[in-house]
């Protein structure tokens, strides 16, 4: 499935506008090449996700906020996430997977 | 988006975080870590080579050779050994199948470094300390090429 890139659209401009879009700032390099870990992104709301979103979800365990790549999505709803460099990723592989009530929403552009 | 208009949005409306790494501190990968501990190693291997011995029987100036011939060698030792340990982690850790395309050498060159860690223990070589900068430095060159700047190579004694 072709993925759309994460561009910044006038369209994301004004959904994030008109309060459509969340803005966060991402730290870390588990998802490079995707992240270089300093850009800001926009993402949805959104509670269903599918194969390959890159999607923010709040970590099972711990009171912080994931940026990962969905790897899979179960039947009850649940989403196995994976960062981009499987070396330096901690996600669904040591704390499984993510269930939806965790999920915040998909990211949708980077703002840079 | 505009880099200022970005700049300035941060600074009066910060936003929240979101991790993209392991929850414990992630690698920050930088090679001067390597070389800091190599030129550490070269540094403690003159300062050896360089230590005069007392001329006469005196005891206390005996004790006091002893004591601090110990601790450059115990400092040799440490810092070759924390050498060896930074330049496992790039090499495991930073450093890709892909980046074989580019540095074919790669694995090449971090054997020879890390066995010059070992060369600089067992040894008290001049020789052995002044290759392992060398390693260290055609290992920075291939780090910063792979993240595309340029770092130049400067030592803290030099």
């Given at each position: 499935m072709?993925?759309?890139?994460l561009q910044?659209?006038?369209k994301e401009l004004?959904?994030?506008?008109v309060?459509?879009?969340?803005r966060y700032?991402?730290q870390?390099?588990?998802?490079?090449?995707?992240?270089?870990?300093s850009?800001?992104v926009?993402v949805?709301?959104a509670k269903?996700?599918s194969?390959?979103?890159?999607?923010v979800v709040?970590?099972?365990?711990?009171?912080?906020l994931?940026v990962?790549e969905v790897?899979?999505?179960?039947d009850?709803?649940?989403?196995?996430v994976?960062g981009k460099?499987s070396e330096?990723?901690?996600?669904s592989r040591?704390?499984g997977?993510?269930?939806?009530e965790?999920i915040?929403g998909?990211?949708?552009?980077?703002?840079? | 988006?505009?880099?200022?208009?970005?700049?300035?949005?941060?600074k009066?409306k910060?936003a929240?975080v979101?991790?993209?790494?392991?929850?414990?501190?992630?690698?920050?990968?930088?090679?001067?870590q390597?070389?800091?501990?190599?030129e550490?190693?070269l540094?403690?291997?003159?300062?050896i080579l360089?230590?005069?011995r007392?001329?006469g029987?005196?005891?206390?100036?005996?004790?006091?050779?002893?004591n601090t011939l110990?601790?450059?060698i115990?400092i040799?030792?440490?810092?070759?050994q924390?050498?060896?340990k930074?330049?496992?982690?790039?090499?495991?850790?930073?450093?890709?199948?892909e980046?074989l395309?580019?540095?074919?050498n790669?694995?090449?060159?971090?054997w020879k470094a890390a066995?010059?860690?070992s060369?600089?223990k067992v040894?008290?070589s001049?020789?052995?300390a002044?290759?392992l900068?060398?390693?260290?430095q055609?290992?920075?060159?291939m780090?910063?090429e792979?993240k595309?700047?340029?770092?130049?190579w400067?030592?803290?004694n030099?």
């Open positions: 072709t993925r759309e890139p910044f659209t006038t004004l959904l994030w506008i309060g459509k879009r969340k700032h991402v870390g390099s588990s998802m490079e090449p995707l992240f270089q870990g850009e800001e926009l949805k709301t269903k996700v194969t390959g979103d890159i999607v709040r970590h099972p365990f711990k009171s912080l994931l990962k790897g899979s999505v179960l009850n709803g649940s989403i196995i994976l460099r330096m990723s901690t996600d040591s704390f997977p993510v269930t939806t965790r915040i998909r990211v949708t552009s980077v703002l840079g | 988006m505009n880099n200022s208009a970005l700049s300035f949005l941060k009066i910060p929240p979101v991790h993209a790494h392991c929850d414990g501190p992630c690698g920050v990968y930088d090679p001067a390597a070389r800091v501990a190599a550490a190693v540094s403690m291997t003159k300062k360089d230590l005069e007392p001329s029987n005196d005891k206390q100036q005996w004790v006091a050779y002893q110990s601790r450059y115990h040799k030792e440490e810092e070759a924390k050498t060896k930074h330049l496992l982690v790039l090499w495991t850790d930073f450093f890709k199948p980046h395309e580019k540095f074919p790669l694995h090449d060159v971090f066995k010059a860690c060369s600089c040894e008290v001049l020789e052995h002044e290759e900068l060398e390693h260290v055609k290992i920075h060159n780090f910063w792979a595309g700047k340029k770092v130049a400067v030592l803290a030099g």
